[in-house]
């Protein structure tokens, strides 16, 4: 018998960039980061969208969104454990803040 996964908890914020251009979606989620690090606020939900509507089926938004939340410099204002959501349009995020230790992540 396999043990049922708890499902992951609601994001305490959310911050949608459609409708974005790549570098203005950058400024907003390092803005957003930024107001949030001090306080921690996890987890989080940073919806890209999946770029369907954009030049050869990918999104740049995400592009930039997710190479910024994977970087060093993100990792230094409190964002761990990123994972793309389940429909490929979105982050969760948690944020935690200085000092605050990042509780493991479950395996799947």
């Not at 921690?40 to 740049?60: M, Q």
């Not at 959501?85 to 479950?106: E, I, M, S």
């Amino acid at each position: 018998m396999t043990a049922k996964r708890s499902p992951l908890p609601a994001p305490l914020w959310t911050l949608d960039l459609h409708g974005t251009v790549p570098a203005r979606a950058l400024q907003l989620v390092q803005q957003e980061i930024a107001s949030r690090y001090p306080r921690g606020h996890s987890p989080g939900l940073v919806i890209t969208g999946r770029g369907l509507h954009s030049e050869g089926g990918k999104s740049p938004v995400q592009a930039m969104v997710k190479k910024y939340l994977y970087s060093a410099e993100a990792r230094t204002k409190g964002v761990k454990n990123v994972q793309p959501d389940g429909q490929g349009g979105a982050f969760r995020v948690d944020l935690y803040a200085p000092g605050q230790a990042p509780k493991p992540t479950p395996d799947p």
